[in-house]
């Protein structure tokens, strides 16, 4: 589980590099309050990643998530991925948690410890929904 999180938003990354996406990538507990503040402002797609602690997002996630919450960024897409070690209630918890966010959820993907080819996989086909949500936008 140690590093699972991570490893998940590297891959999300990468693929939506391939796809011609800039993204961002924000460790949540060092980073900025301002400077996530200026990025959320400029973003079409916002995915939240985050481990579970206690059937829940991080702290630092559910914190960034409040605040995300309160600006309202014209962000029009959504989704959120993450690890886990036995169960978890946080797509649940971080959904109800931006209903300022007038977004479409583009979907979850969880993967219980270590991320494997199957969540890999499903990190990819999230990457071509945005693509093609963007396209659509014409950000593309």
Same mark, same amino acid.
């Given at each position: 589980?140690?590093?699972?999180?991570?490893?998940?938003?590297?891959h999300?990354?990468?693929?939506?590099?391939?796809? @011609?996406? $800039?993204?961002?990538k924000?460790?949540?507990?060092?980073?900025?309050?301002?400077?996530?503040? #200026?990025? /959320? %402002?400029?973003?079409?797609?916002?995915?939240?990643?985050s481990?579970?602690?206690?059937?829940?997002?991080?702290?630092?996630?559910?914190?960034?998530?409040?605040?995300?919450?309160?600006?309202?960024p014209?962000?029009?897409h959504?989704?959120?991925?993450?690890?886990? @070690?036995? $169960?978890?209630?946080?797509?649940?918890?971080?959904?109800?948690?931006i209903?300022?966010l007038? #977004?479409? /959820? %583009?979907?979850?993907?969880?993967?219980?410890?270590?991320?494997?080819?199957?969540?890999?996989?499903a990190?990819?086909?999230?990457?071509?929904?945005?693509?093609?949500?963007h396209?659509?936008?014409?950000?593309?």
């Amino acid at each position: 589980m140690h590093g699972s999180t991570e490893a998940m938003v590297d891959h999300l990354i990468c693929a939506l590099a391939e796809r @011609g996406i $800039a993204s961002e990538k924000f460790n949540l507990t060092v980073t900025d309050l301002g400077r996530l503040a #200026v990025s /959320l %402002l400029d973003a079409a797609t916002l995915v939240i990643g985050s481990s579970t602690v206690l059937m829940g997002a991080h702290p630092s996630v559910i914190h960034a998530t409040a605040v995300a919450n309160v600006l309202r960024p014209k962000v029009r897409h959504a989704a959120i991925i993450g690890s886990y @070690g036995w $169960a978890t209630k946080m797509t649940e918890q971080l959904t109800a948690m931006i209903p300022n966010l007038k #977004v479409e /959820l %583009l979907g979850t993907v969880l993967c219980k410890g270590l991320p494997q080819a199957d969540d890999l996989a499903a990190l990819d086909a999230l990457a071509d929904t945005i693509r093609d949500r963007h396209t659509a936008l014409g950000l593309l």
